[in-house]
């Protein structure tokens, strides 16, 4: 079947599509739809904002990605077909249509739970590699995080494209595999030169099977140097423009998809996610002095992406306008940031104290103040911050679902309308 738009608007609890079986739940995976086909095929594009801190620091997660998947929905008492059947057809892609060698392969057991629905599955490693998740599903999550048997059984597989050619191709990084031409042009106009590409390779490949969430990126970075026998600023300053390329060109190719689909950037909902994005975007163009709008950026992606997409060309104007209107309303807002970041670092300094996460978390959320601007700002103060590694994976949680306490203030003032009229009187009984 047709890929879905990345935004979730046939969903209440999520705002964007985050794997290929969020098309189908609630409705189909609960028995309250039939499926469009049964079993299907799809290829999904797939927005992970929880992934972004990783987003060119690892080597192998982007915001934007394309899960190609089968799946088969059950009825009560009745399996499709399970996960024999799923393995085997696994199996055989890889290393019959794929020609990796079955040795290589190895299926590991998890669990896997997202948009509402778990079960027990199987991770396919290659190489150290993750390229694909057979998910048995058979659970709904409760609210408190607890599982109640479904009588629906459903196949839920995913299998990443990006990946998949990443590890065909050998290039050092995803990015390289899947954006080359855009990370080229970047990698050009910004001048950057690897000093030794020995060196950069072997350090992405040792990025690529670490997990920034988990490990943290000083962490990271000290395993990495370690490794290579490097001192970790060299290896910093060696890494951090070619991380800021590829999250540059990831960022861009994640936002022709969003605002290709209808999101309009704002403070609220789906909007806010895109405009966390172009933020972040502007912030990684700046650290590489490049002197491009961001505009142009998400050109080059429009035209890699209307490749396989040309229905983006047809909207191209409207999202490049977008993104415009956002850089100089940025910029504006940056302006006036200055004033009250100032005022708070001297409050922090006469207490000797450092700026908070909660008050990093308030300056970006009610200013879209950046936390590396705050940081500058406070360094000429000599005030130190610190900044969470994973800040904006934080702030993308926090951002996830509509959350009950927005929507409350949002009809507030219904609400004390409301209170100073009479009780409502059902008169259609009279
Ligand atoms: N619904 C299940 C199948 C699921 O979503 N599983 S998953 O989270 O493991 O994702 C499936 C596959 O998508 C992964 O095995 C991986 O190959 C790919 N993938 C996941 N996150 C990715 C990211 N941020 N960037 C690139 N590929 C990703």
Redesign the pocket.
């Known amino acids: 079947v047709k890929k879905y738009p990345v935004v979730a608007r046939w969903r209440e609890d999520v705002y964007l599509v985050?794997?290929?079986?969020y098309d189908f739940q609630p409705w189909v995976t609960e028995g309250l739809m039939p499926p469009p086909a049964n079993p299907l095929t799809i290829s999904q594009p797939?927005i992970?904002l929880t992934?972004v801190d990783?987003v060119g620091r690892t080597g192998?997660?982007?915001?934007e990605?394309e899960?190609m998947?089968h799946h088969a929905f059950g009825k009560p008492g009745q399996i499709p077909y399970w996960n024999d059947e799923t393995v085997e057809y696994c199996f055989e892609f890889f290393t019959k249509d794929l020609g990796i060698r079955p040795e290589k392969i190895n299926f590991i057991e998890e669990m896997?739970s997202?948009g509402g629905n778990a079960g027990e599955?199987f991770?396919?490693v290659v190489d150290g590699i993750?390229?694909?998740?057979?998910?048995f599903m058979h659970y709904k999550v409760a609210p408190d995080g607890g599982l109640i048997p479904l009588e629906n059984l459903t196949v839920?597989?995913?299998?990443?494209l990006?990946?998949?050619s990443w590890v065909s191709k050998g290039t050092p990084t995803?990015y390289d595999a899947a954006m080359g031409r855009v990370v080229e042009k970047l990698r050009e106009l910004s001048g950057y030169r690897v000093a030794d590409e020995r060196a950069f390779v072997e350090a992405s490949k040792l990025a690529g099977s670490m997990d920034v969430k988990v490990a943290g990126l000083r962490k990271l970075r000290e395993k990495v140097a370690e490794a290579l026998g490097m001192p970790v600023d060299e290896l910093e300053r060696m890494m951090r423009p070619m991380e800021s390329i590829y999250a540059l060109a990831d960022y861009t190719r994640a936002l022709v998809f969003m605002l290709g689909d209808g999101i309009v950037p704002s403070n609220t909902g789906a909007g806010y996610l895109a405009r966390l994005l172009i933020r972040k975007a502007l912030r990684h163009r700046d650290e590489l002095g490049l002197s491009l709008r961001l505009s142009d950026v998400v050109a080059m992606q429009i035209e890699e992406v209307s490749k396989d997409f040309g229905e983006y060309l047809d909207v191209a104007d409207s999202i490049l306008r977008m993104v415009e209107v956002e850089e100089d309303r940025f910029r504006r807002m940056l302006e006036r940031g200055r004033g009250v970041v100032l005022r708070l670092v001297e409050e922090a300094s006469r207490r000797g104290a450092g700026i908070t996460e909660a008050e990093l978390i308030q300056l970006y959320d009610s200013h879209g103040l950046t936390p590396e601007f705050v940081a500058s700002l406070a360094s000429e103060l000599r005030v130190k911050v610190e900044v969470p590694d994973d800040f904006f994976s934080k702030v993308a949680k926090l951002h996830e679902r509509p959350s009950e306490g927005a929507a409350a203030d949002e009809f507030d003032w219904i609400r004390r309308e409301l209170e100073e009229l009479p009780p409502t009187r059902p008169i259609y009984y009279e």
């Open positions: 985050g794997a290929s079986i797939c992970r992934d990783s192998r997660h982007l915001t990605f899960m998947a896997w997202g599955d991770e396919v993750e390229l694909a998740t057979l998910v839920d597989t995913g299998y990443g990006e990946r998949i995803i």
